[in-house]
């Protein structure tokens, strides 16, 4: 499995789509998680608004990349979501990775396949 990531992140392709439906129905998991290690006082909320997951995502997309010159996740006119940096999303994700949001979402870890 670690090999299969390796080779994914090294593909020439520079852009992949995936239905925001799918990514939103997974984002909805992982903010509900969140917000449960909130209640636990495991972590503080930011400002925005977690009450309205859609406007959450829509400000996260914003926000996201701030610090960078190109666009990582873009909603697109046909309902698709556009990565256009792969290497860059990994790197987010990776930050997260404290927060068990692989266990929760019962993702594999490339070293458990």
Request: charged share 25%; proline share 0%; with cysteine.
């Amino acid at each position: 499995m670690a090999q299969i990531c390796f080779n994914f992140l090294n593909l020439k392709t520079s852009q992949y789509e995936v239905s925001y439906d799918l990514f939103f129905e997974n984002a909805v998991l992982v903010i509900d998680h969140i917000k449960s290690l909130a209640k636990k006082e495991i972590l503080l909320l930011s400002d925005e608004s977690w009450h309205n997951e859609e406007k959450l995502i829509r400000e996260g997309f914003e926000k996201l990349g701030i610090y960078h010159t190109s666009d990582i996740l873009k909603k697109t006119s046909n309902g698709q979501l556009l990565c256009k940096n792969v290497r860059l999303l990994y790197f987010y994700q990776n930050r997260l990775i404290d927060y068990g949001l692989e266990d929760m979402m019962s993702w594999k870890k490339a070293w458990q396949s």
